[in-house]
């Protein structure tokens, strides 16, 4: 009798792993299928250069009020990154934003939420401005 009981519960603790296991496969073949996440990507500052040659871009400071007193990459516009709203960015005009900043680090962040919000890859400037003028090439006044 005790032989059969355990063999009762045994059977009936497959079955129940067995629906289980089968209502997790129906969950996961049910769960939509999530899209890669939105690449961002870097510039070196020759491509920068070409792209702002193109006039195809609207580049974006995203450093510090004083930080873009010293200087800024001719052509940009400053939107400090504790104020980048990428849902505020009015692109009606077709061309691509890129970012950039110090180093790096914090357009990388500013790409981040660019992407985030249109789906798109998103590009910023590899080194940022400290590459920028290493690379010799100029600053202008901001505005």
Same mark, same amino acid.
């Given at each position: 009798? !005790? !032989? =059969?009981?355990?063999?009762?519960? %045994?059977a009936?603790?497959?079955a129940l792993?067995?629906? +289980?296991?089968?209502?997790?496969?129906?969950? =996961? %073949?049910?769960?939509?299928?999530?899209?890669?996440?939105?690449?961002?990507? +870097?510039?070196? +500052?020759? $491509?920068?250069?070409?792209?702002?040659?193109g006039?195809?871009?609207?580049?974006?400071?995203? !450093? +510090?009020?004083?930080?873009? $007193?010293?200087?800024?990459?001719?052509? =940009?516009?400053?939107? $400090?990154?504790? *104020?980048?709203?990428?849902t505020a960015?009015?692109?009606?005009?077709? !061309?691509?934003?890129?970012?950039?900043?110090?180093?790096? *680090?914090?357009?990388?962040?500013?790409?981040?939420?660019?992407?985030?919000?249109?789906?798109?890859?998103?590009?910023?400037?590899?080194?940022?401005?400290?590459?920028?003028?290493?690379?010799?090439?100029?600053?202008?006044?901001p505005?």
């Amino acid at each position: 009798m !005790r !032989r =059969a009981a355990i063999i009762a519960l %045994a059977a009936a603790g497959l079955a129940l792993a067995a629906c +289980t296991s089968e209502a997790a496969a129906d969950d =996961a %073949a049910a769960a939509p299928v999530s899209e890669a996440a939105p690449k961002i990507e +870097t510039l070196d +500052t020759a $491509a920068l250069a070409a792209l702002l040659e193109g006039g195809s871009i609207r580049l974006i400071d995203v !450093r +510090t009020d004083e930080e873009v $007193a010293e200087g800024i990459i001719p052509g =940009a516009e400053h939107i $400090a990154l504790d *104020r980048f709203d990428p849902t505020a960015l009015d692109t009606s005009d077709g !061309r691509e934003v890129v970012l950039y900043c110090r180093s790096g *680090r914090r357009s990388g962040i500013a790409a981040e939420r660019l992407a985030e919000h249109t789906g798109e890859t998103a590009r910023h400037l590899e080194g940022g401005i400290l590459e920028w003028q290493d690379a010799g090439l100029p600053l202008s006044e901001p505005d």
